[in-house]
């Protein structure tokens, strides 16, 4: 098994050769055709979030090393354990990373991304900048239908990401408006699932004009920089005084301070993103906005179904995709941290 693995945080990938793993139990070996990255493999390889005030969330702790990242994996069941009913060899599928421990009551309620004893692929347990990943359950996987590979993978995270985040603001955007903050690989997957699942009108910022511009091919109804010195002035005049809904997928603190400016009264933020810092607030706006900021965080299995659903259904617009050579892994993530990658791109292993 090829695997493209770091062995000390915040320095280069290198290629691992180990033997390819058999599936015990209910576990399958999936042979990966193609992996999304995506922007918080950074944030893992680096081995911290920021905090904002010089403070840092310590992510280097409970991860094997050598680790490979990626959790946006598409591929197809080559063996599986002798226990495992949920799968056969053959099938491909998009698979859902977002593993929980199983046995508690986060899980029970089906919430198993956001179990406090995650066993998520890429992040927790060993992830798609392989040539190979194994999964605990068959379960896990989803059927593309059509869809090539190479888009299919990025459902697992960006579109399932978006979606969630979309089904948050939903109530509030309907028959209204929605702002998207960021343009990037999960603000596009926003952006393009926002015009299937919701009835809105759709403003799009971001600080790079190439952006914008694909957004607006995308099907955005404005699109606003938000380096300009009026930004927030552009929303509330479009929006008739705020915005009903927004989504931050930056998740920094001039971008959620531009999300908290354009929203208008009973408005809400959900925050997304994960670039870092840290965001004063004045306490009295939320009752003189009655506004509500929430965050989200990838999604459930049930909402990868829904997801997925609509995916086979014809029913959501691609994203700009440009498919690279797992031997890429290290050139993408410092594409993807200097800003230089519009919409998602995907490694795909040689066989």
Known sequence: MKSYQFDEYGQP????????PSPQGEEVLVRIDACGVCHSDIHLWEGYFDMGGDKKLDLAQGRPLPFSLGHEIVGEVVAVGDQATDAKVGDKGVVYPWIGCGDCPVCASGQEHVCNRPRALGVNAQGGYSDHVMVPNGRYLYGYGDVPASLACTYACSGLTAYSALMKTKSRATGRNLL????GGVG???????????????????????KLEAAKQAGAAH???????????????????GAAAAIDFVGSGPSAGFGVGAIGKGG?????????????????????????IEGSYVGSPQEMKELMDLVRG?????????????????QTIDDLREGRIVGRVVLEPAF
């Open 13 to 20: 990938l290198k290629l691992f050769e180990t033997d390819t």
């Open 180 to 183: 998207i903050i960021g343009a």
């Open 188 to 210: 596009m997957a926003g952006l393009s699932l926002a015009q299937t699942v919701l009835d809105t009108e759709i403003i799009v910022a971001d600080i790079d004009d190439a």
């Open 223 to 241: 699109v606003i920089n938000t380096k300009d010195a009026d930004a927030v002035k552009q929303v509330l005049k479009l929006t008739g005084g």
């Open 268 to 292: 809400k933020l959900v925050i997304v993103g994960l670039f870092g810092g840290a965001l004063p607030l004045s306490l009295p706006m939320f009752p003189l906005k009655a506004m509500a």
């Open 314 to 330: 014809g029913k959501v617009k691609p994203i700009p995709v440009e498919a690279r050579a797992l031997e890429q892994a290290q």
